[in-house]
């Protein structure tokens, strides 16, 4: 096996804390929801909303919004007012506008990294507010490229490799989802590492035993990535 | 000057009618609220949310609904109803499928410089939108790289130019504004071609004096890009 040259990594929730903003946010529109309808129907609703809208909103925040309006008009029978849409809005303008956390020892293992290797960002949903995240992250500086895709998919990964005319085996992926950031690279022959979040939205949430014929690896904070890497590449 | 080898082309209200569909939906949303406020108003007034919302929201059809819901929520004193509040997410599922009509001989002269030139396009807006957008217009094809940018900056053009090695005088931009497609090429010391539409958005609308210190050249249809290039390139 060659040497890894080259790192990318998944941004929401590998990078920087993306899923608990939407978990508060569903949360809180329960909450303005809940004079018309019961918490756990809302929630199982919204769902429903959010996957039969995705093909035409993709993935994030703006879609979300429509999505929970949507789902609150409907919930309520369209006894919602007015001023509970506009909270709505409102939430999804705070979302937007959060300062961005970073997972802990993102940036060190970044500094560490980025003295040796290539490092990239493959990251989906939004155009612009991945554009806006990277940006106020401040991890700008560390990645020769960013790309913004709109699905994870095996063929956006040999898209991205052959753009950029990447060698596959010199290539590692780091992500918390199995679905987008492990299993499409490593069915492309390439090799990926797991760095599970706590929280997974249900839509990223794959059966496990689809990955039973993968071989990835899996560490529990990114902060490990030194000593995979050196497990790979054997010592420097 | 050096022969131009790469041409790039915008795609909303170049190769396809764009605004139109924007337009068309503003006058429903008008129609919706006449109950509650005159329709002049309801224009300006949209106008400025959307304006103001567009450091959040970007470009596109989603962050345009989205300023649709709140402009009706205000101008109705929350008033408007939930029946009315989904009709405007349906106006915008229903812009997001819209078949995608392609101007005047847009195909017949890609048809004829794809065989000369390599063809590319560079759009703004929505990832998501115009990338569904770019596989409905059955054009994607011709196009060797397709970028889409959150917004069209000199600095955009200057790292896309950067990206792909492109030689900027052997480039050429060819789109319906003046403001995000001819200007910041022109200013980066490119060439462009101004191929203007009806309909320009107010947003793009630039002041002529602007564009008076640049050499452009303008043309009517596309269909002309052919004989442009016989004068800028000389006879093949």
Not at 89 to 118: D, S
Not at 202 to 208: A, D, M, S, Y
Not at 217 to 225: D, N
Request: proline share 3%; net charge negative.
């Amino acid at each position: 096996m060659k040497k890894i040259k080259i790192i990318a990594f998944d941004a929401d929730d590998t990078l920087w804390v993306n899923e608990p903003l939407f978990t508060d946010t569903r949360e809180k529109c329960e909450s303005i929801l809940a004079p018309y309808i019961k918490p756990s129907e809302i929630e199982e609703k919204l769902y429903e909303t959010e996957m039969r809208n995705l093909h035409l909103f993709g993935y994030g925040i703006k879609g979300f919004v429509l999505s929970m309006i949507e789902t609150a008009v409907q919930l309520s029978y369209g006894n919602i007012s007015g001023k509970e849409i506009q909270q709505i809005i409102n939430m999804g303008k705070e979302m937007i506008q959060q300062p961005i956390r970073l997972i802990p020892k993102v940036r060190e293992t970044l500094e560490k990294l980025w003295q040796e290797y290539e490092l990239m960002v493959i990251t989906k949903g939004d155009l612009f507010d991945q554009e806006s995240k990277i940006a106020r992250s401040d991890l700008a500086g560390f990645f020769s490229i960013i790309e913004i895709v709109s699905e994870k998919s095996e063929d956006t990964y040999a898209r991205i490799i052959d753009r950029y005319q990447i060698n596959m085996n010199e290539f590692l992926m780091v992500g918390n989802s199995l679905r987008s950031d492990v299993l499409p690279v490593c069915n492309l022959g390439g090799r990926a590492v797991h760095v599970p979040f706590h929280t997974t939205w249900k839509h990223e949430e794959i059966v496990e035993n689809l990955t039973e014929d993968l071989a990835y690896l899996k560490i529990g904070s990114i902060e490990h990535l030194s000593d995979i890497l050196v497990q790979l590449n054997g010592k420097a």
